[in-house]
């Protein structure tokens, strides 16, 4: 089967497609024949090692010290069933998908096994392939920060720093279903973009330095930029949180402290992967209540002009591969 690989770590044009042997289920895993796949910070990052201050060693740890560890990127999916394992029950021959292989990355290829007990779940029957294969990485982990670790509340002040990132767009819809008041930062070409995903209030960072502007949020969150716990915390009330979901190693250390005090915290940490939180989220886009932001579909042999977009840092939500194929559904195995 084809597959984008990578062997050095670099921009886009490390990348190559290349013919990878076809995997086969086993009896408790499922055969997914990808129709769609992002591009998502993840795989920016374990491609060019591009990681925050003080994480350049860790990054090499995770990912190869030497050279990429996993050389297939792709944390998340949509696509078809094509092949069933002897024991699977949940799910049957030409199912409509979408799954979240994360760290285990994979996705960009014709096909990717999952365990059918793991991270997929069939596609909500209102979204697009496209947009189903944008779930799992934006959602889960605003889902995680916002809900798990900040214990967000109804009738709370939210702000959102990079509202109309894959990470960012979905804060903003998760964090008016769940009842709180909500403020976007972003560029100003996406001011409108943010306020139709349901934001109550937005502000352009180029004009505007919401740290001095007197107002105070009973919760920060940071997907991306530069701004520091330092910066930040005068924006929070007496007992504030600011979500760390983007930051450098000192915050990241300083967070693990903050957080046993009371009043003010940073709170960092990784993302949870699990399958509930996709549940969750599922049942929210067919609800209607949660659209995952799609910036652009690229054919599958766009995949360099696909990572340029990502790697400019100006997409708004996810990038998008699409695959095309011809190969016929298979049987169970």
């Not at 399958?275 to 995952?292: M, Q, V």
Request: proline letters at 5%; charged letters at 25%.
């Amino acid at each position: 089967m084809k597959a984008i690989t990578y062997k050095r770590y670099g921009g886009p044009e490390v990348l190559e497609i290349s013919d990878v042997p076809m995997p086969t289920p086993k009896a408790n895993e499922v055969l997914v024949k990808t129709f769609a796949a992002t591009i998502s910070t993840g795989d920016w990052r374990a491609r060019s090692l591009t990681v925050p201050r003080g994480m350049g060693w860790a990054a090499r740890l995770v990912f190869g010290v030497f050279g990429p560890r996993k050389q297939v990127l792709g944390t998340e999916l949509s696509g078809v069933i094509a092949a069933v394992g002897l024991d699977v029950t949940k799910f049957k021959l030409g199912d409509e998908v979408f799954a979240f292989p994360g760290v285990g990355f994979g996705s960009h290829a014709e096909y990717r096994t999952m365990p059918e007990d793991g991270k997929i779940l069939l596609k909500p029957h209102n979204l697009s392939f496209e947009q189903a294969a944008a779930i799992p990485f934006g959602g889960s982990t605003a889902l995680d920060f916002l809900r798990n670790k900040g214990g967000i509340k109804a009738g709370e002040s939210v702000l959102i720093i990079g509202a109309s990132g894959a990470v960012g767009s979905a804060a903003v819809q998760l964090a008016k279903h769940f009842g709180a008041e909500v403020t976007g930062v972003c560029s100003t070409g996406n001011l409108e973009l943010v306020r139709s995903l349901g934001a109550d209030h937005v502000i352009d960072y180029i004009d505007e330095d919401f740290t001095k502007n007197g107002k105070r949020y009973d919760m920060i969150v940071k997907t991306t930029g530069p701004l520091t716990w330092k910066q930040t915390k005068g924006s929070l009330t007496d007992t504030g949180r600011m979500l760390l979901i983007m930051g450098d190693l000192p915050d990241m250390l300083r967070s693990a402290f903050l957080s046993k005090r009371s009043g003010k915290k940073l709170i960092g940490g990784v993302a949870a992967e699990r399958a509930e939180d996709l549940k969750f989220l599922a049942d929210l886009a067919i609800e209607g209540k949660f659209t995952p932001l799609v910036d652009r579909a690229f054919p599958f042999e766009q995949f360099v002009k696909a990572h340029a977009l990502v790697d400019s840092g100006h997409k708004k939500g996810s990038v998008v591969l699409s695959l095309i194929h011809e190969t016929p559904l298979r049987a169970a195995i």
